[in-house]
């Protein structure tokens, strides 16, 4: 398994444009991608309770195209570690990458197929396989069951799963890390982006908890 959060640039004149509370387009040239952390662990290993992150970030490369190679790389060994592992679920051998996060579907995925096309690190069908064909668990909508009070299923955001679940959710408004990227401030984008895949794996291992207990 692959969680991940990733973090990416607007630029002013283009955070008045968009028609969802997500900004970011990737696949306009100017809005970057700023790189990431991620966390891998076997099916059956437990989550430590102090997870050693990997950062892949666009100020130690020497520019996106480099930074979206070292990602796409990532993921290619992920692949690789998934097929070796050998586990069966529901009696079917579990082959495919399974991607975990929040706004992974909405965001994350799609950004790294977007910016790897601009950037021409591969080509649409290699791409494709990459990303697209590995299982993403998108905790948005895995907590859909917390919330009984709401008759309709709407994907849930991860201050209100963290706060259904008694956590404290620290990351806030994107445009705190366009500040941060703005001012130079790249360690406190890393530690922003830590502080949210830890909560990321708190997130799914407490639903985990709750849907082999209600089993």
Not at 65 to 74: D, S, T, Y
Request: hydrophobic fraction near 40%; aromatic fraction near 12%.
């Amino acid at each position: 398994m692959l969680f991940l959060d990733l973090e990416a640039y607007a630029p002013p004149s283009d955070r008045a444009t968009s028609l969802s509370s997500l900004v970011v387009n990737p696949a306009r040239p100017s809005h970057l991608l700023l790189g990431g952390c991620f966390f891998s662990k076997r099916f059956e290993e437990p989550i430590p309770e102090e997870p050693k992150f990997d950062g892949l970030w666009l100020w130690n490369f020497e520019s996106e195209a480099a930074l979206l190679r070292a990602i796409k790389a990532r993921f290619e060994r992920e692949w690789r570690l998934q097929r070796d592992e050998g586990v069966r679920i529901l009696g079917k051998p579990a082959k495919d990458l399974v991607v975990c996060g929040a706004g992974i579907a909405k965001f994350d995925l799609p950004a790294l197929y977007c910016r790897s096309l601009f950037n021409e690190v591969a080509d649409p069908a290699e791409l494709f396989e990459v990303y697209f064909k590995a299982r993403p668990i998108e905790l948005s909508n895995e907590a859909s069951f917390l919330f009984p009070e709401e008759p309709v299923l709407y994907p849930k955001t991860t201050k209100e799963m963290a706060g259904r679940l008694g956590l404290k959710e620290k990351k806030g408004s994107s445009k705190g890390v366009w500040e941060l990227y703005e001012s130079r401030d790249y360690a406190g984008i890393e530690r922003r982006t830590e502080d949210e895949l830890r909560l990321v794996l708190e997130l799914y291992e407490r639903l985990r908890r709750r849907i082999v207990r209600s089993a």
